[in-house]
Each structure stands twice: as structure tokens, then as C-alpha cells.
């Protein structure tokens, strides 16, 4: 469906709301009941209308969403563009979007001076953050993103079942889930939570036209286990913003607890272990994490690539030496990422390859190895020093830090807590003359 605003003059204060126009096959032509507003002359010029940054006061504005089998050609063929010049703006622009890439019911918006049936500008929308810019008539093609609001967001839950479900009971999504994991990885044995743990998390949500399209990182977060509260405070030291406990403990470490995103473990380190597909005992020195195929497997902590190849044990896998301490090896991955091989520097969190079954493996998952000093140990055992803790020059500053944020902490509600009463103020009383 179609919207047709129309413009009579260069003076308009406003767009009129239109009727609804059905885009059919080739020519274009508006339903014959569809009813035209003309919007009212004004007499000023302080109160032009803009779109996508366009000045469209006096132009006529069709909005529509792509068909199935549509091109750039075929949706602007009715708005009169000359094929010279459609293909002008199909090769000039694969450098800033391909249009190629132009899908079935993604929203377009066509421009055109009220006095001529020629399309002035194509306005394409690949996703609700960002459009694409055709200027029809100077041939000029650009991209931007849509004004977007930040708003707080805050959630507070009690655990019933484990972390993932009883967070996405209270909205929080996946991508907020998987940095608390990454946050709490060495505080919290995420495997061993106990009915009745509590966590708090404040981060903000990214909004376009009323609908969230995405999420910040989190600002400031909360848990309790076995009774045991854990405050993530937000401090920057050494010209790095990082959490620490209210301790001024770093959560930091030189590596990330898991290689995958909140994921399920599903075989551990062990001498003496059943090969699925050997049908032998043998020591399995690593740590598998069961995850669909495809999933992103990233590095735990910064270092050299070593290895990134194909051997029919290991299947595609990738080799990274951290330090003159640690290795970490990355097993039985459908593929390795673009750009991974032998010598290339590696940064925390970066992914290098995704889950897959290649080698000897029965399924999808990822088998995780880890070296310290030129000897396989098992990780999940492993004590990994944390980053350096507040220094002694910034203890002030962080204790102002830390109670600001553990006041804003306090203040998320979690179930079953008592409502807040908020006292009123008694009114001053006015007392008569002479009293």
C-alpha cells in the first residue's frame, strides 16, 4: 500500500495525512477512490516540512514497501525516470549500497516536484535505523542513519530456573544476557545458581521512530549469590572505562570466560573420556560447548594466531598464543573468519570462526583447548589474575563513584518487593490575622 501526499505551492506548512493507493503492475495508477488532500497555503517560510533531511515543502511524496520480484527499474519506471538514468544510479552507487540489495517489504519513499511527473529522489530503507538517498537529478547517491533516542532501561529479577530465561521473562535481550555472562564469567559459576540468586542491570535502549533497535552496553549491574552481593561499578582508570566490585576489585581479566555467548558446556576436561566416534577411552583435554552451527566462536583474550587450517582430527580450527603463558586452541569450526590465518593479531572478543562438525565430531560444537606454560590444563579450573585493582591515588574518587551507582541499584525493584511510599509534604498552614 501506497500513501500520495501532494503539494500545490512552495509555501506549505504541512504534508497532508493521504489515502491509501494500491501500487499495481506496471503503469502506476492511483484506486479511483482514493481521495487527494490539499494541503492549506501558508505565509511564512519559518515552518517548511523536511524529510530525511530533504526540504519536501511542495513536492509530492509517495511512500511504499517493495514487492516481491521489484527492482530499482521496475518501482520507479511509473514516476517517469528515464532508464538512462536508472542505470547511471545502479553502477554509481555499489560503493554505498548495492541495489541489488533491495528486498521484498522493505519501505521506500518516492520525491517529486508538484509541477512534473518526473521522479526527483528514491529514498530506500535497508533497516529501521538507516536510509539511502537517491538523488535522481544529480545523480547523487549518500547514506545516513535516522535521528535516534536513548532511554534508561532497567530490570530486576529474582532466578527460578537459570540466568537466560527468567532475564528474557523481564525483556532484557539476548545481546544484555551475554555481556552480564561475560561481566560476572569469573565471579559466578553461571552452571551452579540457586533458586532465589538476584541480579540487577541498568543499560539503554537505542530508539528509532518508536521501536528499539538496538542496545547499549550495560551501565551499571547487580548480583547476588548464596547470599553474596556482587556490585559492577563503572571507573575509569588509566584513560580505560572498566567494572569493579565494591571492593574496587577489576572484573576484568586477560580473558573472557567462555569462548562462545552464554552457552551450554557439554563435555568437560577429563583423562579418561569415551570418544563418541573412536568408541575408545581416551583423555579429552578440552572443554566442548554444545551451540547450533553457524554460532560465532571468538577469542578468549588478545594474541597471535599460530594456526588457522584444516586437519581431519580437528576439522577447521584456529591456534592463538596469548603471551609467553597461554595458548588457546579452537576446534571442529564449519568455517574460519575471513581474514584469520598465521600471524594476524587477534583482539579480545573477536570472532574467528563459527561452530561446526568438521572432523572427528558427531554434532555441532565447539571443543576448546588450553595451554599454560606448554601444558594442556583444564580450563574451567583455571584461576586467571584479574586486571589491576582501583589505585591508591583514585580511592576517593571511586568510593563517590561507587555510591552513586549502588544508590541507583537500590532503587530497582525487584518481585515481591514492598511498594516505595513517598511521603507528602504537609501544606503550610495559614494562620489568620492576629494569630
Known sequence: ???IWIGIAALIIT???????QFINLPFQAEEEAEIVTPPLIDSLANQVFLYGINVTGLNIVEGTVSKNQTLGSILAPFNVPYQIIDQIAKKSKEIFDVRGIAVDKKFTVLSPADSSQAAFFIYEPNPAEYVVFNLDSIDIYKAEK???FRTKEAGGII????????????????????FADLYGWSIDFGALQKGDKFKVSYQEKVIDGIVVGVSDIKTAFFEHKGEAYYAIPFEQNGEVNFFDQNGDSFKKAFLRDPLKYSRISSRYSLKRFHPVQKRYKAHLGTDYAAPRGTEIRSVGEGTVTDARYTSANGNY??????????TQYLHMSKIAKGIKPGTRIKQGQVIGYVGSTGLATGPHLCFRFWKNGKQEDWLREKIPPSEPISSQNKMAFESTKVEYMERLAAIRLPGDPEILVAETPKPTTLPKGE
Open 1 to 3: 500500500m501506497k500513501k
Open 15 to 21: 504534508i497532508g495525512a493521504a489515502s491509501s493507493l
Open 147 to 149: 535521528p535516534a533516542e
Open 318 to 327: 584456529v591456534k592463538i598464543k596469548h603471551n609467553g603463558t597461554y595458548t
Open 160 to 179: 527460578n530456573s537459570n540466568l537466560s530465561a527468567d532475564m528474557t521473562g523481564l525483556g532484557v535481550t539476548y545481546d544484555i544476557i551475554d555481556q
